[in-house]
């Protein structure tokens, strides 16, 4: 499985992503942060059989609404993920692969509702409560993966 932290980790909620992956590696596990351009997200995921990426997103509720994304069996929409300066981001990334053939084939995205995405700002209490949620999410699913 490896792990993928989408964001700028200097623009307030936007960091989500690359503090879980950051937490995800402490403990162990195969993570990754990128900043969410496409081409280098295909390129990460290439080849790969499990893919799992945490990213801030505009998904509904309120700010720390986590969804669970089965991005195999779901269609994106780019709307969703539109806190990235990319044109083609996540959402572009991973439709692309669909369209060729190549993505992989367990591939969930975790998308936390944020508020705030101001350069300069830290996570907000709801976004940093939500994240640490699912790095424990995450940890206890690659733990039960690992069990014979």
Same mark, same amino acid.
């Given at each position: 499985?490896?792990?993928? +932290? ?11 992503? %690359?503090?879980?992956?950051?937490? /995800?590696?402490?403990?162990? &596990? ?7 351009? *496409?081409? @280098? &997200?295909?390129?990460?995921?290439? *080849? ?12 509904? *509720?309120?700010? *720390? ?7 195999? #069996?779901?269609? /994106?929409?780019? +709307?969703?993920?539109? $806190? ?15 369209? &060729?053939?190549?993505?992989? %084939?367990?591939?969930?995205? $975790?998308?936390? !509702?944020?508020?705030?995405? !101001? /350069?300069? #700002?830290?996570?907000? =209490? ?6 640490? @949620? ?9 733990? #039960?993966?690992?069990? =014979?």
């Amino acid at each position: 499985m490896l792990i993928i +932290g989408v964001g700028h980790p200097m623009r307030g909620d936007d960091a989500a992503g %690359p503090i879980a992956a950051e937490r /995800l590696a402490d403990r162990g &596990l195969d993570a990754i942060v990128l900043d969410g351009e *496409g081409a @280098r &997200l295909i390129h990460a995921w290439e *080849g790969r059989d499990q893919i799992v990426v945490i990213d801030a997103a505009d998904g509904g *509720g309120p700010p *720390g609404t986590v969804h669970v994304i089965d991005a195999a #069996k779901e269609a /994106l929409s780019s +709307g969703r993920f539109h $806190y990235s300066s990319h044109a083609f981001g996540l959402a572009e990334a991973v439709e692309t692969s669909r369209a &060729l053939g190549d993505l992989p %084939p367990n591939f969930t995205i $975790y998308a936390i !509702t944020g508020a705030d995405f !101001t /350069l300069g #700002k830290s996570l907000s =209490p709801d976004v940093a409560a939500a994240v640490e @949620r699912v790095v424990e999410r995450i940890a206890e699913s690659a733990e #039960k993966a690992e069990m =014979p």
